[in-house]
């Protein structure tokens, strides 16, 4: 915990050089809608971590809040900018404890793209209407934490009835996506568009429709390298 408290906050770099915007009108991207609830400057870092030289950077796909789940067993999605050897570890603590719940190295390889930590296979899952903050840590030198790159968020699971009839959703689909965005359920919009492109690379239209999401809480960089993917796949 202490290595993550200790990290030094590097440079923000963009990933394309060209900043593609998205078409003003497509009624089928997803609108996120923030909880009325919320904690502002939950995200560490405004967009990405790192990117000096031979270093990779980092971006938790997180919005700038404490983002809501209804799910106990969420995915944490986050980006890595290019390829690294670099050992990366994810930390889960509890924002009324300042001692680590789960501290796990991240099996490699680390390639470049949109990464996921499921709870569920760390066998841990969240408590209702805690907060809680996780961090992802890319690892340069042992002896030195400050050295670490880290970018991390915040994540809460609701139980309000409303969060209940959503989480009854099993089925990830466009559908589950636009719905859980507008309820402000950020976390399971996000982990069910990054299950969807996994499973369909080449669908262009799912990469729009998290590039969307991404823009709308201020992660242009990352919102472009899915653009820029969108656009290599069409050619």
């Not at 050992?87 to 789960?102: M, Q």
Request: charged share 20%.
């Amino acid at each position: 915990m202490a290595q993550i408290l200790g990290a030094t906050v590097l440079l923000t770099v963009s990933l394309v050089g060209t900043n593609t915007a998205l078409p003003e009108e497509e009624p089928d991207l997803p609108q996120y809608r923030a909880p009325q609830k919320m904690t502002p400057r939950a995200r560490l870092g405004g967009s990405l971590r790192g990117g000096e030289g031979e270093d990779p950077a980092v971006a938790a796909l997180v919005p700038d809040h404490v983002g809501i789940t209804v799910r106990q067993h969420p995915a944490l999605n986050w980006f890595l900018s290019k390829h690294t050897s670099l050992p990366i570890t994810f930390t889960l603590i509890d924002e009324r404890s300042i001692h680590a719940l789960v501290e796990r190295s991240l099996a490699p390889p680390h390639k470049a793209g949109v990464h996921a930590v499921k709870l569920e296979d760390l066998g841990f899952a969240l408590q209702a209407n805690v907060q809680y903050r996780w961090y992802i840590s890319v690892i340069k030198a042992a002896d030195s934490p400050s050295q670490d790159i880290v970018t991390g968020g915040m994540i809460e699971r609701c139980e309000f009835s409303e969060c209940s009839i959503l989480g009854a959703m099993t089925m990830c689909s466009r559908e589950a996506v636009i719905a859980s965005a507008v309820k402000g359920f950020w976390y399971d919009a996000m982990a069910c568009l990054c299950d969807l492109i996994e499973s369909n690379p080449s669908d262009t239209g799912l990469r729009k429709q998290r590039a969307a999401l991404l823009r709308q809480v201020g992660l242009h960089d990352v919102a472009d390298w899915d653009l820029a993917q969108s656009h290599a796949r069409q050619r």
